[in-house]
């Protein structure tokens, strides 16, 4: 099992933190090797991403316990925080402090990390979607794994691509900087679609009345990331004065009944970012086969990563089935390369 979970580590440290996050990239290198933190890390429920959780459960924790030597290698509790040598034999101190804690949010939270950011790929992608299925209809913005909304509002946000280039809403306090490579999607200029329903599934809805689910997005915020706390900070802002239609459980199981009590006058558009991390093989193809299934009653969209290469978008008109790359995206939405034509 620690071999297992180790691989985790390796594999977290190299693929997403090495030139992201010097700090988790050097713990996630030394828990790879000690038997205590990955016994620990072994507790965290099966349906997650293991670095995540026990990075995010600690960020939580000790955000709460500023006192402790550890936080003084975390940016985002000490401004001047220390270089990373040295912070593990504190890290494994803390963990073991707080073990008992550390378990408990291991079961009972998630990763839903609610990256504003990557509202800059589905802007243009709901847009492309949209262009291509030819219709006037209003859309239904349908995002499985919503966390507290705020991906359901890219409409609200103005985007930056460089050189003086800006779409969205030209008001916003959210100002998304995006590197395009090679040149950002023209569609964006075009009118967005106008929006009836904005609809999130979630296995745990956030409740931005909540502290500690306050408290949760931000831990799940790497400490070095300063930019992406900032807009997590203004997007609730603008998230709070709205009101979406949020519904709790398991979003892909929920899909065919939400989609069926919409208006026949409005095309959904479904959507998820990096949920399909957290499925089985066997479950995402069910998921592309139901979304067939819907298209076959009503026109629609679907746009979607991590079950096929890059970003992609399918779009059902008339019972006829198109699907598309649309970009090569960034995890978080620090980088875009648009591919749709």
Known sequence: MDRNIASLFVDFAERECKYSSALYYYLSKKIAL??????????????????????????????????????????????????????????????????????????????????????????????????????????????????????????????????????????????LAIDFIGGYPQVAHQKFPQISHRIGLDLNIIDLQNVDDVQWLYALIWPDHHGRRALLHKAIEIRCQHQLDLYQGDGFAMLEEIVRHLPKDTIPCIYHTHVANQIS????????????????????????????PNLRCTVMRSGRESDFELAEVEGHGRWVKWLAS
């Open 281 to 308: 093989a066997r479950a995402k193809d069910q998921l592309l086969a139901n979304i067939s299934m819907l298209g076959k009653e009503r026109d629609l969209l679907h746009i979607y990563n991590n079950i096929k």
């Open 34 to 175: 000690d038997a205590d933190v990955l016994w620990l890390a072994s507790e965290c429920r099966n349906d997650q991403p293991v670095p995540n959780m026990l990075f995010a459960a600690v960020h939580y924790l000790l955000a709460r316990e500023s006192s402790h030597p550890l936080a003084g290698y975390y940016k985002s509790i000490n401004a001047s925080a220390v270089d990373v040598d040295g912070a593990f034999s504190y890290f494994k101190l803390f963990c073991l402090a707080n073990n008992d804690a550390i378990k408990v949010l291991l079961n009972s939270r998630l990763v839903q990390t609610n990256e504003v950011r990557r509202c800059a790929y589905l802007y243009p992608a709901i847009s492309t979607g949209y262009q291509r299925l030819g219709s006037a209809c209003q859309l239904a913005l349908i995002e499985v794994g919503t966390s507290a909304g705020l991906n359901l509002l890219p409409d609200q946000y103005l985007y930056s691509a460089g050189q003086g280039v800006e779409y969205g809403a030209l008001d916003s306090s959210v100002k």
